[in-house]
C-alpha cells in the first residue's frame, strides 16, 4: 500500500473563532457565567490527554459536530465537559440547565465552548474582541465577520444587551406613569460619571425600578446603566469602592469559515486517508469525517511532529500484533468516541468497542468492532446507504 504523506498539527492552544480580530480578554463569556483562561487552558490539557488516550473505551470526549457553531462540516471535532464545584475545596459539583463542552480538533487547537440545552441548538461562548472601528474600512459594510455587540462585564457580572434593552424599556415606562400620576420624580445623574462619558448622562438602577424609593437608593447599586439625554444607551458603570468606572463592552466576533487548502486535506489541514468510509458496528455507525478525524489523531502519535519534544505518544496507542487478514506486521489500534446523545445511557457509551486499525505508516485498514479477544469487521456503508 502507498505511504501516506501527512501533515502533522502540533499541538498548540489557539482560538481559530477569532482570526483576525484582537482579543481584549482570554476569559470566555458563556451566556452569564465567566469561564477563566486558566481554566480553559487546563481543560484543553485534560481533553487533549482523552483524545489520545485509547486504552480503553471512555465516554468522553465526545464527537462534535461544529458545522452550525464553528463551520466545519468535512471534520469532526471533539467535545470535553467544563465542570464547577462550589467551591476551590468543594467535592460538590454545581448542576446547571446547560452543559458546557470545550470543543478542540484533532491536533488539540482549541476551536471555542458552546453550552448544550436540551431541545435546543448549541449556543457558542465567545472571548471578547476589540470594538471595531468607525475609520475601519471594512466596517463601511454588512458582514458575518464583523464584531457584533453583545453586552457588558461589570466586574464579574454579565450584562446582555437584549436583556438590558427590556430592562430600559420597562424602566422608562414605569417613569412615565409615575409622572402621568404627578409624582416628583426625574432621572438621575452624577458628575463623576458624566466626566468618565465626556458629557451629561442619564442612570437607571441595572436591575431596574419598581418603586420610587430604589431611584432615590440608585447609587448603592454597583452597577448602573448609561443613557444619553436621548434616552439611548451608552454604557455601564461599575462602583468600586467609591470610585466609578466604565464597564468593559463585550463584542463578538464569529469563527472564519475555514477553508481546505488542497483536494489532499480537509478544511482544518488534516490529511485525507484513502479508504476512509462510512462504517456500520451493530446498531452504531460512524461517521467518514468521524473515523478521519480519529486517524488523524492515531497517525500524530505514530509520528510525532517533526522538533516535538513529545516522544512517549505512541503508549497511548495499543498494539494488535498481527493480524492475518491484514497483513505480517504490526498494526495499531484506537477507539472510536460516539456524539453526545442524551438519551444513550453510561452502560451504551462505554459497550462502545469500535476501533480503527492502521499501520505504522498511518495507512487506514478498516473499523473492527473489538470485544472478548476478537475483532469483527463492520460494514462500509455505499453512498446510498450513508445517506
Given at each position: ?211 420610587p424609593e430604589e431611584i432615590m437608593k440608585m447609587t448603592s447599586n454597583p452597577n448602573l446603566i448609561v443613557m444619553s439625554p ?158
Amino acid at each position: 500500500m502507498k505511504r501516506s504523506s501527512i501533515l502533522y498539527g502540533l499541538l498548540t492552544i489557539i482560538l481559530a473563532s477569532t482570526t483576525g480580530a484582537t482579543l481584549i480578554s482570554e476569559d470566555f463569556i458563556c451566556g452569564k457565567r465567566i469561564i477563566l483562561n486558566h481554566a480553559v487552558k487546563k481543560t484543553v490539557s485534560d481533553a487533549c490527554d482523552g483524545i489520545k488516550s485509547s486504552t480503553k473505551p471512555k465516554i468522553f470526549p465526545y464527537v462534535y459536530n461544529g458545522s452550525s457553531t464553528f463551520f466545519v462540516s468535512d471534520a469532526a471535532l471533539f467535545a470535553w465537559p467544563i465542570i464547577f464545584l462550589n467551591g476551590p475545596h468543594s467535592k460538590e459539583y454545581i448542576v446547571t440547565s446547560e452543559k458546557l463542552r470545550l470543543i478542540i480538533d484533532s491536533s488539540c487547537n482549541l476551536f471555542g465552548i458552546v453550552m448544550k440545552s436540551k431541545n435546543s441548538p448549541d449556543k457558542r461562548c465567545f472571548r471578547p474582541v476589540k470594538r471595531p472601528s468607525a475609520n475601519d474600512p471594512s466596517s463601511s459594510h454588512v458582514s458575518r465577520n464583523q464584531p457584533r455587540f453583545r453586552g457588558y462585564r461589570c466586574g464579574n457580572t454579565i450584562f446582555g444587551h437584549l436583556q438590558l434593552e427590556i430592562t430600559m424599556k420597562d424602566t422608562l415606562g414605569i417613569y412615565q406613569l409615575w409622572q402621568y400620576e404627578g409624582r416628583q420624580i426625574g432621572y438621575y445623574g452624577l458628575e463623576d460619571i458624566d466626566k468618565l462619558f465626556g458629557e451629561s448622562v442619564l442612570l437607571l438602577p441595572s436591575h431596574g425600578a419598581k418603586i420610587p424609593e430604589e431611584i432615590m437608593k440608585m447609587t448603592s447599586n454597583p452597577n448602573l446603566i448609561v443613557m444619553s439625554p436621548q434616552q439611548q444607551l451608552v454604557g455601564m458603570v461599575n462602583k468600586i469602592g467609591n470610585q466609578w468606572e466604565k464597564c468593559l463592552e463585550l463584542w463578538e466576533k464569529e469563527p472564519e469559515r475555514p477553508q481546505a487548502v488542497d483536494s489532499t486535506r480537509n478544511s482544518i489541514g488534516e490529511f485525507l486517508f484513502s479508504g476512509v468510509g462510512n462504517y456500520r458496528c451493530g446498531e452504531l455507525v460512524y461517521s467518514r469525517e468521524s473515523i478521519n478525524s480519529h486517524m488523524q489523531v492515531a497517525c500524530t502519535l505514530i509520528k510525532p511532529p517533526q522538533g516535538s519534544k513529545t516522544t512517549a505518544w505512541k503508549n497511548f496507542l495499543v498494539s494488535m500484533g498481527i493480524i492475518p487478514s491484514i497483513g505480517n506486521h504490526k498494526v495499531w489500534k484506537m477507539h472510536l468516541k460516539l456524539p453526545e446523545n442524551d438519551n444513550n445511557s453510561i452502560e451504551q457509551e462505554l459497550a462502545n468497542n469500535g476501533i480503527i486499525i492502521l499501520d505504522k505508516e498511518c495507512n487506514f485498514h478498516g473499523v473492527y468492532w473489538h470485544s472478548a479477544r476478537a475483532l469483527t469487521p463492520c460494514d462500509k456503508l455505499s453512498p446510498s446507504e450513508s445517506s
